[in-house]
């Protein structure tokens, strides 16, 4: 099992950006899918979650600019990020997490804010 993140990148404040995260040996359609982000010294921070049937919950500090969305024919989960600012600079990394399963994380990728 494997998830592979991609679309992270360098851009500068006010800018956007796409997250995906695909899923290997995996069927997305039955796992609750989130998004995470850490910046160095500090813990991992939960920064959206969509349910198996849809439902989206967002940290406050992305609400109204982040929106996290999942294809199940595509196997892939996507976080789209607006109006980004310094403060999102970070590595982002998705989580899918189903009963009786293991957590299955990926690697991350690095999601810079320029001024």
């Known amino acids: 099992v494997q998830l592979v993140e991609s679309g992270g990148g360098l851009v500068h404040a006010g800018g956007s950006l796409r997250l995906s995260c695909r899923a290997f040996?995996?069927?997305?359609?039955?796992?609750?899918l989130s998004w995470y982000r850490q910046t160095p010294g500090n813990e991992r921070e939960w920064v959206a979650r969509i349910s198996v049937g849809g439902s989206t919950d967002y940290a406050d500090s992305v609400k109204g600019r982040f929106t996290i969305s999942r294809d199940n024919a595509k196997n892939t989960v996507y976080l789209q990020m607006n109006s980004l600012n310094v403060e999102d600079t970070a590595v982002y990394s998705c989580k899918a997490v189903q009963n009786g399963r293991p957590v299955y994380w990926g690697q991350g990728t690095q999601v810079t804010v320029s001024p």
């Open positions: 040996d995996l069927t997305f359609s039955n796992f609750i």
